[in-house]
């Protein structure tokens, strides 16, 4: 069952570049409503949880050193069709393959350090959303 919304990272090199600002700009005038947000750091044992399905890739430990090396910004967003259009808003995870106009085209560095984070699936974005806020947090 679709439900209407997706989670996000603004990851770590989003924000040492400074492009927040312009990257949430981007979200919100794609239509996405911000229903939850925070700034936060992961820890080692949260990025490793997170990114728990990417454990036997070759790419695990050093994605897991990068997502903890500065802060994030987490958020819950709502949009009809939240989760494919999201994806589509952002791009492929390589910025030399993403589509012109897209979040990572413009503002990802590389397949590592690529700007943004959104989940693949309804029942992952759930997950992903109530592993970083709690029903009081979300809006
Ligand atoms: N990643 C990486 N090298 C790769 C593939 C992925 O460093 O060859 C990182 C990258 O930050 C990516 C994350 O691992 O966003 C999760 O990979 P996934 O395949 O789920 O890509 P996404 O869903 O983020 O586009
Ligand atoms: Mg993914």
């Not at 312009?22 to 239509?31: C, H, K, S």
């Not at 947000?37 to 399905?53: D, H, I, P």
């Amino acid at each position: 069952m679709a439900t209407n919304r997706t989670f996000t990272m603004l990851k770590p090199d989003s924000i040492e570049s400074g492009n927040t600002g312009n990257i949430l700009q981007m979200i919100t005038d794609a239509g996405f409503a911000i229903k939850a947000m925070k700034y936060t750091r992961l820890s080692e044992e949260q990025a490793k949880k997170f990114y728990e399905v990417h454990a036997e890739r070759p790419f695990y430990g050093e994605l897991v050193e990068y997502m903890t090396s500065g802060p994030i910004i987490a958020a819950i967003l709502e949009k009809e069709n939240a989760v494919a259009d999201f994806r589509a808003l952002i791009g492929a995870t390589d910025p030399a393959e993403a589509a012109e106009g897209t979040i990572r085209k413009k503002y990802a560095e590389s397949k590592g350090r690529n700007a943004v984070h959104g989940s693949d699936s309804d029942e992952n974005a759930q997950i992903e959303g109530d592993f970083h806020f709690s029903a009081a947090e979300i809006f």
